[in-house]
T-cell receptor, first 114, second 117 residues
């Protein structure tokens, strides 16, 4: 069975610090996708990134970067120079099975203090 | 493109009443997923539908909950005889599906916050 683990429940940093959020996805599937979503205090779910297991190349988008290591099943997300507006709950979520339903990790609450 | 539209944004029901939550997928998306987020918890899959068909309802509670996605109109999540424990945020996501092994992703609505009093 698949298992998604976000071991960090809460992280608190001061503005401008870098922060890395961890996600481990255990699966027997040889190919798979992973999604990251952000849920700010307003409650909506904001899509951040989609990655697949074929591509272990790191990806950078502005202050965001993603590091995917298939050998350790880890898919980590780094925010560089964090800002107060980054305060949110961050979820990683792989689609599973034949239906593509997402299984969400427990989420990591990030608090960025001014 | 207006995105995935969910309404109402907030819904208050008394115990025993019915709640009807609506989700209009993005244009061109024929796959709809419903998720529930209980207070202080993560998101849990409930049901997956395509037009006029329930494909996977493995996450739906056995009683009082039902879902549909008719040929015309929005997808509806219906909760009969609501109880306090049904208070949660309910999210709908739509997808164009996947072909050739490529997953084209999901677009979430803003959610419906159901409060049972």
């Amino acid at each position: 069975a698949q298992k998604v683990t976000q071991a960090q429940t809460e992280i608190s940093v001061v503005e401008k610090e870098d922060v890395t959020l961890d996600c481990v996805y255990e699966t027997r599937d040889t190919t798979y996708y992973l999604f990251w979503y952000k849920q700010p205090p307003s409650g909506e779910l904001v899509f951040l990134i989609r990655r697949n297991s074929f591509d272990e190349q790191n990806e950078i988008s502005g202050r965001y970067s993603w590091n995917f290591q298939k050998s350790t099943s880890s898919f980590n997300f780094t925010i560089t120079a964090s800002q107060v507006v980054d305060s949110a709950v961050y979820f990683c979520a792989p689609p599973t099975g034949n239906t593509g339903k997402l299984i969400f990790g427990q989420g990591t609450t990030l608090q960025v203090k001014p | 493109n207006a995105g995935v539209m969910q309404n109402p944004r907030h819904l208050v029901r008394r115990r025993g009443q019915e709640a009807r939550l609506r989700c209009s997928p993005m244009k061109g998306h024929s796959h709809v997923y419903w998720y529930r987020q209980l207070p202080e918890e993560g998101l849990k899959f409930m049901v997956y539908l395509q037009k006029e068909n329930i494909i996977d309802e493995s996450g739906m509670p056995k009683e009082r909950f039902s879902a549909e996605f008719p040929k015309e109109g929005p997808s509806i999540l219906r909760i009969q005889q609501v109880v306090r424990g049904d208070s949660a945020a309910y999210f709908c996501a739509s997808s164009p599906g996947w072909t050739g092994g490529i997953n084209y992703g999901y677009t979430f609505g803003s959610g419906t916050r159901l409060t049972v009093v």
